[in-house]
């Protein structure tokens, strides 16, 4: 059995605009990294030698970047989706650069997602199941394991797709961001596929795994859950993005990240810059206050400017002296 990859990094990013007019979501930072750099981190860790990232939006932009994958200690291979083909489609071609034997498995990952869950044991929890199984798909008494998908406890699931239970582990049913839907096991982004559940894709069709290929799967009694309650951060709107940075920052002792000379640094003022993320090439007067927000690259803060929870896009120009709160700019935008 090997293991394979495939990081699903097509999207357009509409919800972390400005950040995505000029860059796809998953080359944005966490810390001194990309976000999918992070990702390609832990598959390593996980055991997978050979990756697949599936690219559409700026597909250009990720080779330049993250190269063949040796640094991060994979293989990596880029599929390009001249058009979106979905979750589902974008799996099914990415697959395609795959030489998948069929007790080989792949692990999915939406690009724009960091979770500390641990990646080898749903592995593992996937190939138990599917070893458990083999003698009765076998007989014809069963039908064979086609996903593993990692399962989180929430509050409220009804910004999720909310999986429903047996007692053995095995979802039932899929309920998409159900309104009103109480605390409950969600599908928490990661999975773990048998090449068979990829063959139940059509070739170059607009397909999405949460709608339309689970829901075929699990009536079809083939898809198990993981659950592992881990902290995750999807890192979709700027105000998720700015927190999974913090949330890195803190780890390290800082109160900002400042990234505009190309690798981390301390807070260069605490009393001026704090809870912050500064972008390469940006600049911020001595004495202007920039707090809960993300400075873009090559925007520019004026002196005497007060800055609290904004959002600057690139090359983004704020006056000196101006003082706001909340305040979007985009991309070459000026405020005062």
């Not at 990415?94 to 690009?111: E, K, Q, R």
Request: aromatic share 4%; hydrophobic share 45%; charged share 20%.
């Amino acid at each position: 059995m090997s293991l394979h990859a495939v990081v699903l990094a097509g999207g357009y990013g509409t919800r972390l605009l400005p950040f995505t007019r000029r860059t796809p979501k998953h080359l944005l930072s966490i810390g001194d990294e990309p976000v999918i750099a992070h990702q390609l981190h832990r598959l390593a860790a996980a055991g997978v030698e050979s990756v697949v990232l599936a690219t559409s939006y700026h597909a250009d932009a990720f080779r330049p970047a993250l190269c063949d994958g040796d640094a991060y200690g994979v293989r990596l291979r880029y599929s390009r989706e001249e058009h979106p083909l979905g979750t589902g489609g974008a799996l099914r071609h990415a697959c395609g650069l795959l030489d998948l034997a069929s007790d080989d498995d792949v692990l999915v990952l939406n690009g724009d997602l960091i979770t500390e869950h641990d990646l080898g044991a749903q592995v593992a929890a996937h190939r138990a199941h599917r070893a458990h199984r083999a003698c009765a798909v076998r007989a014809g008494d069963a039908p064979p394991v086609l996903a593993t998908i990692h399962g989180r406890a929430v509050p409220d699931a009804s910004a999720y797709g909310l999986l429903h239970l047996d007692e053995a582990g095995r979802v039932t049913a899929f309920e998409e961001k159900p309104p009103g839907a109480p605390a409950g096991v969600v599908n928490a982004g990661t999975y773990v596929v048998s090449p068979a559940l990829v063959d139940l894709v059509p070739v170059d069709a607009v397909v999405s795994l949460e709608r339309e290929v689970f829901p075929e799967a699990s009536e079809r009694g083939g898809v198990f859950v993981h659950r592992d309650d881990a902290p995750f951060h999807d890192i979709g709107t700027p105000a998720a993005l700015l927190a999974a940075n913090l949330a890195w920052a803190r780890e390290r002792d800082l109160d900002a990240i400042d990234l505009r000379a190309g690798a981390v640094a301390g807070t260069p003022d605490a009393g001026a810059i704090s809870g912050s993320l500064l972008l390469g090439g940006s600049r911020i007067a001595d004495d202007a206050i920039v707090n809960g927000c993300i400075i873009g690259p090559g925007a520019l803060v004026g002196a005497g400017a007060v800055l609290e929870d904004c959002v600057i896009g690139d090359d983004a120009v704020v006056a000196p002296g101006v003082r706001a709160r909340g305040v979007t700019l985009d991309v070459g935008e000026r405020l005062g």
